[in-house]
């Protein structure tokens, strides 16, 4: 059976229903990303007898994924190992090919945007309507120092615009925080429920498919703010998935304490914290005059 064949079946099963839409959605990506990999000549991984797959080539498609970036590669080989998980649960097969591959660990980003940096992206998101909704996804992430993703696919009963109070179910550990939604912030998004408040998603494409309103994908998102970042003149190191980082970063500037930070992150380890850290003269002007008003 071609590995094409096999994720047919598995697109099918409880094993893959069961799952979440945004999973759902989140696997066929990575598992798309993974059967269109070009494997020799004129043959794709997807083409090629799952039970023919070997550790070899099982290497040397993770290092064509690593070539778009090491998370990338990660995420689509964790998706693939599922997939042949399922194969042997089913009996297909004994093997998973990929189960021996070594990940790489990626260099943890530090770069954060600054105030103008933001202020640069959303004044050009919002001058004209049809970047507005990805203006909106930043404004969301920046201010409540959640992941691109969550604002991407946020509904509106997750808003109360009247008490101006956000609750927000994570996708990635299931975290719920409850966070204020600022008056600049409200005053927006009231704006935005009189144009998409009839369907549910809040910042969907400006545009529907097949009459339907969907969120921005995973590609099409950073793929429009890359475009809009040239436009604005931002530096090419940034990125939008930064963002979570520079709010977070912001907090830990202003001298909020570990605590409080978890409770906007919903991070439930201050371990996990630490990427978004880094050693400003800010953070460390506050934290020496904290000290100089209890020594003295």
Known sequence: MKLNKLLQEYYLSYDFNNLRDETK???????DVAINTEVGTAKTLGSINFSDITTKIAKLCYEKWCEKGIHMANHVMSVTRIIFNYAIHMEYTEVNPFSNIKRRTPQPRKVVWTKQDVK???????SDFKYRNIGL????????????????????????????????????????VFLPISDGLNSMLKSQQEDFGFQKYVAPRPKPRRGLYEPYSLTKLPFIGRQLMSMAGLS????????RR????????????????????????PQSVKPYMKNTFQSANVALNLRKNLTD
């Open 236 to 243: 090419e190191e940034l990125r939008l998935s930064d963002l």
């Open 25 to 31: 959605v989140q696997y066929k990506y990575f598992l």
């Open 120 to 126: 640069k992206f959303l004044d050009l998101a919002y």
């Open 137 to 176: 996804i930043v404004q969301m992430a920046y201010e409540w120092c959640q992941r691109l993703g969550d604002m991407r696919t946020l509904t509106w009963d997750c808003l109360d615009l009247d008490k101006q109070k956000a609750h927000i179910t994570q996708s990635k550990r299931r975290a719920e």
């Open 246 to 269: 520079t709010g977070t970063t912001e907090m830990v500037d202003a001298g909020v304490s570990m605590g409080n930070i978890m409770s906007v992150t919903g991070h439930a380890n």
